[in-house]
């Protein structure tokens, strides 16, 4: 006998029965039932999944958004996990609200954050700042002023993402804001001198040499704490198995590749593009206009590099049972015998 599906049918059939009630009550405005707004609303396992929930959460429209229209969507979410469902609320819009309200409120103590420090703020400031970084490199005030503001915003966007559990000291936070600042401007000023007496092109790149440098440094100064005490690590279904710094390092590492691979293309495309440009005669009649076009060409890049970036790796990071410290493997062997992998949230 063929095995059957709760619903009487072949597995197969049963399936198609699903998707198409879904789609039937997705249509007519019905909300399907149980749906987990803890995960994103895309398959994570996936590349194009990943990138999916990525361009929403980094949307630059969200920044727009009144406080009105946050709170009818934290509303939303909120009433929705305790089963009660508006009048005609469709499926599309609940992961929209879902997504309004995530974009705004922090996951772990629900305050609204601040707004230059969200995820949809990313792509607008960082365009902005990285813009003026390529445009004012050459002389010594306006680099120490622009990496200062770049560090200022980064130590602004890592405090109002920080973790609720393990929250970052002041001194933790002055410790990595003072280092990344001293580590970019360093890397900066040194590189300007050594490259006064090559192409312009090539001192262009300055300033991605520092924010390299500078997250580098950053990142693992703001994490310090994962790094002292661990992460907590899960089984695929999220109890909780115990601490790993090796799983921090691995989280940690991952960040500072994509953050260096996300402000790559905003800034290695544009320098090739702004050198010519600063040759025609457009330009020598409007040298103003250089700043403008240089952060839109890097806005543009940003659009795109960001989420697809952040997309790089799961944010729901795994690893081997036998890469994790001799201790925390010892107590995993004794209750889970059977378990080879380890997930942990890499953080962004």
């Not at 194009?48 to 969200?62: E, I, Y």
């Not at 974009?103 to 703020?121: N, Q, V, W, Y």
């Not at 544009?270 to 890097?298: C, D, H, Y």
């Not at 890049?301 to 925390?328: D, H, I, N, Y």
């Amino acid at each position: 006998m063929p095995r059957r599906g709760q619903c009487g049918l072949k597995p197969r059939l049963c399936s198609v029965q699903f998707l198409v009630h879904r789609l039937r009550g997705t249509m007519s405005g019905q909300l399907p039932p149980n749906i987990d707004l803890k995960e994103p609303r895309w398959d994570q396992s996936t590349f194009a999944g990943r990138a999916s929930h990525f361009f929403t959460v980094t949307d630059p429209r969200n920044i727009l958004l009144t406080d009105e229209q946050l709170e009818n969507s934290r509303k939303i979410v909120h009433d929705y996990r305790q089963g009660i469902v508006p009048p005609g609320l469709t499926e599309n819009e609940l992961w929209r609200a879902k997504y309004i309200y995530d974009s705004a409120f922090h996951p772990d103590t629900g305050e609204k954050m601040i707004l230059i420090g969200r995820m949809s703020a990313q792509v607008p400031m960082n365009m902005t700042i990285t813009g003026c970084m390529m445009t004012f490199y050459r002389t010594t005030p306006a680099v120490l002023f622009w990496q200062w503001v770049n560090q200022s915003f980064n130590a602004v966007v890592n405090y109002t993402n920080r973790s609720g559990d393990a929250p970052l000291t002041v001194n933790e936070l002055g410790t990595a804001y003072v280092s990344a600042t001293t580590g970019a401007v360093a890397t900066a000023l040194g590189l300007n001198a050594l490259t006064k007496h090559v192409s312009p092109l090539i001192g262009r790149f300055v300033p991605f040499a520092a924010v390299a440098a500078a997250n580098c440094i950053n990142i693992p100064l703001m994490r310090q704490r994962e790094l002292k005490v661990g992460i907590p690590v899960t089984d695929e279904s999220g109890n909780r198995l115990g601490e790993s710094t090796n799983a921090a390092k691995q989280a940690i590492t991952q960040v500072v590749v994509s953050r260096i691979l996300m402000a790559a293309p905003g800034m290695a495309i544009p320098p090739f593009i702004m050198n010519t440009l600063e040759k025609k005669a457009f330009l020598k009649r409007f040298p103003w206009m250089s700043a403008p076009i240089q952060v839109g060409l890097v806005g543009f890049c940003l659009v795109f590099a960001t989420p697809l970036c952040c997309a790089l790796f799961p944010q729901k990071s795994s690893m081997s049972v036998t890469s994790l410290e001799a201790e925390l493997q010892a107590k995993i062997q004794e209750t889970h015998p059977e378990l080879r992998r380890v997930y942990f949230n890499k953080g962004l």
